[in-house]
């Protein structure tokens, strides 16, 4: 059993804050200072170049990837750490249109995140003017897979209603049509047990600086499966995916299995604040997360919908039909967002009238979701919403 008193105690939470965005930042683990710290001045300090060798600093991508892939069901050595999610995004769905070369479609949906789109346009692009990105609406997906589409792009846990897709059926149905599928994780990662392995996904992609909280800017993963890792070329061939980088050949030949989705010099630093995350990870068991989540959204909702007459709920309201989060309409919810947030309930906002937020509950327990919302309460009952100064928007919402 997952000790989750135990798992609050190692991050650090500000004094009278109450943290719902662990959906979009997580918190800091209180052991990432130490590592980070001892990462700088004990390794790279003292170590310099040799740190590659003799602090490991080159095996941790997929040392971490492997820690990583415990979470989402991934057998070990098919999970890879580097970069952003918006470039894991664009390679993974390179190399799966690879495998499909006779096919030009594309498949999204439009709830999913904006640069996954961007990204998959700007790739199909490149390839010139017979591709095509399909996006149709998140309810009748199933309906457009077909045997013209190549690659099924999805984000499995909608980024603004936490509205979840079923990743078994969907590639179910995805491969009896031929179609290779590409999971974005970001918002199922350390939120909802996940299991690719036994899905049968072909790759997937997510972030570590959300449920993972391996701060901002921490890398990306990819997965690929163990029976395509051999396969696939990857469309963005950097050095570090080479068979040999320090052979320093001219032509590029990929490396074996997952180690061919690397790219270029991983962040180390950051790699560090990463691995104290997941020094808290290691000891969570993710079926507890999910039980433990269900019982502070619902407590959450109900609460909500019991005080705040004037929020309507924007997530699924069956919690086997959503991820982590919670959100809301309200149409002044920036103003209302920014009123919280004064008051130390911190949640996010997303355009046009979605209040977010996060259950996350290595920290979250349920006496902040009921301060928090006793705190929402008054905000609502007494408009202290209806203020300038929380109208004002700022550059990250
Ligand atoms: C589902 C999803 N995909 C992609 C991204 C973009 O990630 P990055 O900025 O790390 O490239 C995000 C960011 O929040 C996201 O939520």
């Not at 790739?123 to 009748?140: A, F, H, I, N, Q």
């Not at 846990?157 to 179910?172: A, F, S, W």
Request: glycine letters at 8%; aromatic letters at 8%.
């Amino acid at each position: 059993m997952t000790d989750f008193a135990a798992t609050k105690a190692k991050f650090y939470l500000p004094h009278g804050m109450i943290y719902l965005d662990g959906n979009s930042l997580g918190p800091m683990p209180k052991g990432a200072n130490a590592r980070v710290n001892s990462m700088i001045t004990d390794e790279w300090g003292q170590m310099l170049i040799t740190g590659w060798n003799k602090a490991g600093w080159m095996g941790m991508p997929t040392g971490l990837g492997d820690r990583i892939g415990r979470l989402i069901g991934a057998e070990p050595g098919s999970v890879v750490v580097g970069d952003t999610l918006s470039i894991k995004v664009y390679q993974a769905v390179a190399s799966a249109l690879e495998l499909r070369p006779d096919r030009k479609v594309v498949l999204s949906d439009s709830g999913n995140f904006p640069s996954d789109l961007y990204m998959a346009d700007g790739l199909l692009r490149s390839l010139g003017p017979d591709y095509e990105l399909r996006v149709v609406d998140p309810k009748v997906i199933a309906e457009h897979i077909s045997d013209e589409v190549a690659v099924l792009l999805l984000t499995e846990v909608d980024y603004r209603t936490g509205r979840m897709h079923d990743m078994k059926t969907l590639t179910e149905l995805a491969h009896s049509n031929g179609t290779v599928t590409v999971w974005d994780l970001a918002h199922s990662a350390g939120a909802i047990p996940v299991h690719l392995a036994e899905c049968n996904a072909d790759f997937a992609v997510g972030c570590t600086y959300k449920y993972l909280n391996g701060g901002p800017g921490a890398p990306a993963f990819i997965y690929v499966a163990p029976r395509l890792a051999e396969k696939v070329r990857p469309a963005l061939s950097g050095w570090l995916g080479h068979e040999a980088p320090f052979a320093f050949d001219l032509d590029y030949r990929p490396g074996t299995g997952i180690e061919r989705m690397r790219v270029g010099t991983p962040p180390v630093i950051q790699m560090a604040a990463l691995a104290s995350a997941l020094d808290i990870w290691d000891t969570v068991d993710m079926t507890d997360v999910r039980s433990r989540s269900i019982e502070l959204t619902e407590l959450f909702i109900k609460r909500v919908e019991a005080t705040c007459p004037d929020l309507e709920l924007a997530s699924p309201r069956d919690p086997n039909e959503r991820g982590s989060q919670i959100s809301f309409r309200f149409k002044e919810g920036y103003a209302a967002m920014q009123a919280l947030i004064a008051r130390g309930v911190i949640g996010d906002f997303r355009a046009p009238d979605i209040m977010r937020f996060g259950f996350t509950p290595l920290f979250i327990d349920t006496a902040d979701v009921e301060q928090a919302v006793e705190i929402m309460s008054k905000i609502m009952k007494d408009k202290l919403w209806d203020n300038p100064e929380y109208k004002i928007r700022q550059r990250v919402t």
